[in-house]
T-cell receptor
Framework: DQQVKQNSPSLSVQEGRISILNCDYT??????FLWYKKYPAEGPTFLIS?????DKNEDGRFTVFLNKSAKHLSLHIVPSQPGDSAVYFC???????????FGKGTLLTVNP | KAGVTQTPRYLIKTRGQQVTLSCSPI?????VSWYQQTPGQGLQFLFE???????NKGNFPGRFSGRQFSNSRSEMNVSTLELGDSALYLC??????????????FGPGTRLTVL
């Protein structure tokens, strides 16, 4: 039972345009959400997070949106840069068990 | 401040052998979690340790075990290796466990190949 789904295995955008990565979850106990970026041969790097009491969090070019009623979150990258090309994982935690549950990732390719 | 370190970075073993992986968390971090990453399954949670006690455990067989030392360093052990255990094993540290909003910071991982 996959509690966190990233339905797009890959996404390709042009440099300077917006990248939108999506994530859906099923567990209503999740109350904290994170995005990680991963380059090949490296561990995931924390990017941005949002708690369930907010619906938006912004950090520079990165904005995370949370729609609790739809159990959906998205990561917007504006403007996209070639260095943003990586696998992006969304992760959720909450309830009595604070382990992170990850989606399977979306490979973002930003073309120059 | 130094990041999470994992040793070794690469490991090749044969079926039936056992392996021990090591993780040193960020200084001051007391919680260590382990994840397995495979192409088909993404990142899957193995277990989490805090103050030398296992606090959470994922759905992995008993061949996978771990421990944490008083200095917060952690090891994980896989016995009777199977081909399907080939994966990237990631360690992550955080300040505390069970604290909503506590960010986990990952090491570079150990790439285990089972032949």
């Amino acid at each position: 039972d996959q509690q966190v789904k990233q339905n797009s295995p890959s996404l390709s955008v042009q440099e300077g345009r917006i990248s939108i990565l999506n994530c859906d979850y099923t567990n209503s106990m999740f109350d904290y959400f994170l995005w990680y970026k991963k380059y090949p041969a490296e561990g995931p790097t924390f990017l941005i997070s949002i708690s369930s009491i907010k619906d938006k969090n912004e950090d520079g070019r990165f904005t995370v949106f949370l729609n609790k009623s739809a159990k959906h979150l998205s990561l917007h990258i504006v403007p996209s840069q070639p260095g943003d090309s990586a696998v992006y994982f969304c992760a959720c935690r909450g309830g009595s068990n604070y382990k992170l549950t990850f989606g399977k990732g979306t490979l973002l390719t930003v073309n120059p | 401040k130094a990041g999470v370190t994992q040793t070794p970075r690469y490991l090749i073993k044969t079926r039936g052998q056992q392996v021990t992986l090591s993780c040193s968390p960020i200084s001051g971090h007391r919680s260590v979690s382990w994840y397995q990453q495979t192409p088909g399954q993404g990142l899957q949670f193995l277990f989490e340790y805090f103050s030398e006690t296992q606090r959470n455990k994922g759905n992995f067989p008993g061949r996978f075990s771990g421990r944490q030392f008083s200095n917060s360093r952690s090891e994980m052990n896989v016995s009777t290796l199977e081909l399907g255990d080939s994966a990237l094993y990631l360690c992550a540290s955080s300040l505390v466990v069970g604290s909503g909003g506590d960010t986990q910071y990952f090491g570079p991982g150990t790439r285990l190949t089972v032949l």
